[in-house]
């Protein structure tokens, strides 16, 4: 039985779409998502730096990291790597993090790989106020493909936006519950 021309244009179509959504999109086309979350921490800048860089306490705060594997328990300087298991927004993963700045007791970043792919970067500011620490942690992350750019759009942000806030209130109490 011979499809009718309409029939077939349609698929073609649909086809066409899905394939150009999929296509990894050139470096010079930057779509970034900046997820950023500010909280105040009553305890000094050097403590929560200290905590925050020392990658076995993420799964205790942060909700998306599942475990840590490498040089997990202290303050990672620049160079040094870690594994994390996550899931973000749902989706499970891999990710090898490494160093790039830290300047104890206001910056680190740290930037991600999957697969040997850029993943994205995160990076905390601290910043001494009367109260304690003003924490601020900024994840950015770029879409490889325009169907990953539609779904961020629609679901991802908002569910790493929320996850993200939770990290921090997280934070929060777990530091100001240490004695």
Same mark, same amino acid.
């Given at each position: 039985?011979k499809?009718?021309?309409?029939?077939?244009?349609?698929?073609?179509?649909?086809?066409?779409?899905?394939?150009?959504l999929?296509?990894?999109?050139?470096?010079?086309?930057?779509?970034?998502?900046k997820?950023?979350?500010?909280?105040?921490?009553?305890r000094?800048?050097?403590?929560?730096?200290?905590?925050?860089?020392?990658?076995?306490?993420?799964?205790?705060w942060?909700?998306?990291?599942?475990?840590?594997?490498? +040089?997990?328990?202290?303050? *990672?300087? &620049?160079?040094?790597?870690?594994?994390e !298991?996550?899931?973000? =927004?749902?989706? $499970?993963?891999s990710?090898?993090?490494?160093?790039?700045?830290?300047d104890?007791?206001?910056?680190?970043?740290?930037?991600?790989?999957?697969?040997?792919?850029?993943?994205?970067?995160?990076?905390?500011?601290?910043?001494?106020v009367?109260s304690?620490?003003?924490?601020?942690?900024e994840?950015?992350?770029?879409?490889?493909?325009?169907?990953? +750019?539609?779904?961020?759009? *629609?679901? &991802?942000?908002?569910r790493?936006?929320? !996850?993200?806030?939770? =990290?921090?209130? $997280?934070?929060k109490?777990?530091?100001?519950?240490?004695?």
């Amino acid at each position: 039985m011979k499809w009718p021309s309409k029939w077939m244009s349609a698929v073609l179509a649909v086809i066409a779409v899905a394939a150009l959504l999929a296509v990894p999109l050139p470096a010079s086309v930057n779509l970034t998502t900046k997820i950023a979350t500010v909280i105040s921490i009553e305890r000094p800048a050097a403590v929560v730096f200290d905590y925050v860089t020392t990658p076995a306490h993420w799964p205790e705060w942060h909700p998306s990291s599942l475990s840590v594997t490498g +040089a997990i328990g202290h303050s *990672l300087n &620049v160079g040094e790597q870690v594994t994390e !298991e996550f899931r973000v =927004a749902g989706r $499970r993963g891999s990710v090898l993090w490494t160093v790039a700045v830290r300047d104890r007791p206001h910056k680190w970043v740290i930037v991600g790989a999957i697969d040997g792919k850029p993943a994205g970067t995160v990076s905390y500011a601290l910043t001494p106020v009367a109260s304690g620490t003003r924490f601020e942690r900024e994840f950015v992350y770029r879409a490889p493909t325009l169907w990953f +750019a539609l779904v961020n759009v *629609l679901f &991802v942000r908002t569910r790493i936006q929320q !996850e993200s806030e939770e =990290a921090v209130a $997280r934070l929060k109490k777990a530091l100001e519950r240490m004695p």
